[in-house]
């Protein structure tokens, strides 16, 4: 059982229209809705890959019955915690014409410490039960920097491995709690330490407590260091399509690695190959398990001291 949570679920709307002219009127030709956030899509990975997973966050509003309806129709099990604001909307309009989208994300409910420490009281009680948690997304407003970090340190407690993929203080405060592997992007990472090498950052994060520092690198691949080593796998080529959430099935595939135990460059090949396809699948969330399989054999991982990457 992998537990994952998402601090900031959200609402995703996609509306399509034929083309997107700022300042006049569209008919909206399609409208569809899903559970969204990272932990959600992470969670829909990792249930692709065959594991048993359940989705922990906040909801409220009118948009939290579609959410967890949304939910329950992908067979996601799901425990949330209700908070008095809306489930926030993500809209995206998308143009027909060209496939280009445009975002529109509202910030999400506020969630007291109140709710927070409903939220550790039910892991606490599942961690017994869990071979790894995933903490992913950022905070919703209201929230302590420090609320990471502690969902860490109950789950080291418990000797459950923890992947967290966030950005700024609360990433600060999850490496310094000793989180097994962090997930940054690399604009996530340079952008949270103040650094413009990626490699000088994710040696940072390892100084500040982090285990494993895997760093995505968009269509570049990935870089991993770790205590075991150094290594960096690309996909075998750029691929068109949708790289939102292609992060969050690297971060299944992480921890699905940890959990089987498998040797690094394996684990790094594998995000690789699922964040690929992840990248040819229009939503976020979802992976055709033949794209992975056919990219994988595909991946050629390097050890960064081989290459004298590392200093
Ligand atoms: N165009 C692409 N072609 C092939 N692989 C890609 C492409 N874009 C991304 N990837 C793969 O997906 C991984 C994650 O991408 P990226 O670094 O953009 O993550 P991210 O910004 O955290 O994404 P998100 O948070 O939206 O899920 C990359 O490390 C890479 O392996
Ligand atoms: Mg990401």
């Given at each position: 059982m992998i537990l994952t949570v998402t601090p900031n679920i959200a609402l995703d709307i996609t509306y399509r229209v034929d083309q997107l002219t700022p300042g006049s009127s569209h008919r909206v030709r399609r409208v569809e809705e899903r559970a969204g956030g990272k932990g959600v899509n992470v969670a829909g990975v990792l249930r692709a890959l065959g594991h048993d997973t359940v989705v922990l966050g906040f909801v409220g509003g009118a948009t939290a019955g579609t959410v967890t309806s949304d939910l329950a129709r992908g067979g996601l099990a799901h425990e949330l915690i209700a908070v008095e604001g809306p489930t926030r909307r993500s809209i995206a309009v998308v143009d027909s014409s060209n496939g280009e989208a445009t975002l529109f994300n509202e910030?999400?409910?506020?969630?007291?410490?109140?709710?927070?420490?409903?939220?550790?009281?039910?892991?606490?009680?599942?961690?017994?039960?869990?071979?790894?948690?995933?903490?992913?997304?950022?905070?919703?407003?209201?929230?302590?920097?420090?609320?990471?970090?502690?969902?860490?340190?109950?789950?080291?407690?418990?000797?459950?491995?923890?992947?967290?993929?966030?950005?700024?203080?609360?990433?600060?405060?999850?490496?310094?709690?000793?989180?097994?592997?962090?997930?940054?992007?690399?604009?996530?990472?340079?952008?949270?330490?103040?650094?413009?090498?990626?490699?000088?950052?994710?040696?940072?994060?390892?100084?500040?407590?982090?285990?494993?520092?895997?760093?995505?690198?968009?269509?570049?691949?990935?870089?991993?260091?770790?205590?075991?080593?150094?290594?960096?796998?690309?996909?075998?080529?750029?691929?068109?399509?949708?790289?939102?959430?292609?992060?969050?099935?690297?971060?299944?595939?992480?921890i699905a690695g940890a959990v089987a135990g498998a040797p690094w460059p394996d684990r790094l090949r594998d995000a690789v190959a699922l964040s690929a396809a992840a990248v040819l699948q229009p939503t976020a969330g979802i992976v055709d398990l033949r794209d992975y399989h056919r990219f994988a054999p595909q991946i050629l991982v390097e050890e960064r001291h081989a290459l004298g990457l590392d200093r």
């Amino acid at each position: 059982m992998i537990l994952t949570v998402t601090p900031n679920i959200a609402l995703d709307i996609t509306y399509r229209v034929d083309q997107l002219t700022p300042g006049s009127s569209h008919r909206v030709r399609r409208v569809e809705e899903r559970a969204g956030g990272k932990g959600v899509n992470v969670a829909g990975v990792l249930r692709a890959l065959g594991h048993d997973t359940v989705v922990l966050g906040f909801v409220g509003g009118a948009t939290a019955g579609t959410v967890t309806s949304d939910l329950a129709r992908g067979g996601l099990a799901h425990e949330l915690i209700a908070v008095e604001g809306p489930t926030r909307r993500s809209i995206a309009v998308v143009d027909s014409s060209n496939g280009e989208a445009t975002l529109f994300n509202e910030a999400g409910p506020r969630v007291p410490a109140t709710s927070w420490d409903d939220l550790e009281t039910r892991l606490a009680a599942r961690l017994p039960r869990a071979t790894a948690l995933v903490v992913s997304g950022s905070l919703p407003p209201g929230s302590d920097d420090a609320a990471c970090a502690r969902l860490v340190r109950l789950a080291a407690a418990h000797r459950v491995t923890v992947l967290v993929d966030t950005v700024g203080p609360a990433l600060l405060q999850a490496a310094a709690a000793g989180a097994d592997i962090v997930k940054p992007n690399a604009g996530e990472l340079l952008d949270t330490i103040g650094v413009s090498d990626v490699a000088a950052a994710a040696t940072e994060l390892r100084r500040r407590g982090a285990k494993a520092v895997v760093v995505s690198l968009g269509a570049a691949g990935m870089a991993a260091f770790t205590p075991e080593g150094s290594w960096r796998a690309a996909p075998p080529t750029r691929l068109a399509g949708n790289p939102t959430g292609s992060g969050d099935a690297a971060a299944a595939a992480l921890i699905a690695g940890a959990v089987a135990g498998a040797p690094w460059p394996d684990r790094l090949r594998d995000a690789v190959a699922l964040s690929a396809a992840a990248v040819l699948q229009p939503t976020a969330g979802i992976v055709d398990l033949r794209d992975y399989h056919r990219f994988a054999p595909q991946i050629l991982v390097e050890e960064r001291h081989a290459l004298g990457l590392d200093r």
